[in-house]
């Protein structure tokens, strides 16, 4: 049991569909993230937000939008995504401020695109 | 840009065996964490480690974090099929912020029975 929670857990979308993914953390904590993990290739660092603001967009495209209403609550907005934005989508929290910055992940969403 | 690299990126071992997986970067950071990650599920963390040359036991995993804090290993011992999983070491920035953490590509590790 991690504290963070993401639904669904398995998408299968179109490339014309909208749809959202969602990440509730119940640790307190006061930033968020997404990352994606493709096959071999590193946790990459999609968005950061501290404080409901974001601070960082790591060149992410547009067909991804993130949306963080308050603290404990984050969610990726999905529209006319493309085959190669299959992947794992991974959702963090942490506590900002701390030296010893420790992230949290959900169980991520598996995401296949057709 | 701080960039991580682990090795090996892939290990098959036998049960019983020791095994040690490297972290090594041109950066310092101001700590390092260990996460393994199972099929289909989210990185969970393992340990951090703060202090240059500090060592942490978890089981029969130790976590070494280099003098430099530029590099950590972890070395397990008499692995057990349980133990597989993919390795993954995430440094944070000396920045006071701490809300960035870098990844290695992460070390496969398959133990047979």
């Known amino acids: 049991e991690t504290g963070v929670t993401q639904t669904p857990r398995h998408l299968v979308m179109g490339m014309t569909n909208k749809k959202s993914l969602k990440c509730e953390q119940h640790l307190g904590h006061n930033a968020m993230y997404w990352y994606k993990q493709s096959a071999k290739k590193p946790l990459e660092l999609m968005f950061v937000y501290n404080f409901k603001e974001q601070t960082e967009n790591n060149s992410v495209p547009s067909r991804f939008s993130p949306e963080c209403p308050n603290s404990s609550h984050l969610f990726l907005h999905l529209h006319t995504l493309q085959p190669e934005d299959s992947a794992l989508y991974l959702c963090?929290?942490?506590?900002?401020?701390?030296?010893?910055?420790?992230?949290?992940f959900g169980q991520g969403t598996r995401l296949t695109v057709v | 840009t701080q960039l991580l690299e682990q090795s090996p990126q892939f290990l098959s071992i036998q049960e019983g065996e020791n095994l040690t997986v490297y972290c090594n970067s041109s950066?310092?950071?101001?700590?390092l964490q260990w996460y393994r990650q199972e099929p289909g599920e989210g990185p969970v963390l393992l340990v951090t480690v703060v202090t240059g040359g500090e060592v942490k036991k978890l089981k029969r995993l130790t976590f070494q974090f280099g003098d430099a804090r530029k590099d950590s290993s972890l070395h397990i011992t008499a692995a057990q099929p349980g133990d597989t999983g993919l390795y993954l070491c995430a440094g944070a920035g000396e920045e006071t912020s701490g809300s960035r953490l870098t990844f290695g590509e992460g070390t496969q590790l398959t133990v047979n029975p």
């Open positions: 963090a929290s942490s506590q900002v401020g701390h030296l010893n910055t420790e992230a949290f």
């Open positions: 950066s310092v950071f101001s700590s």
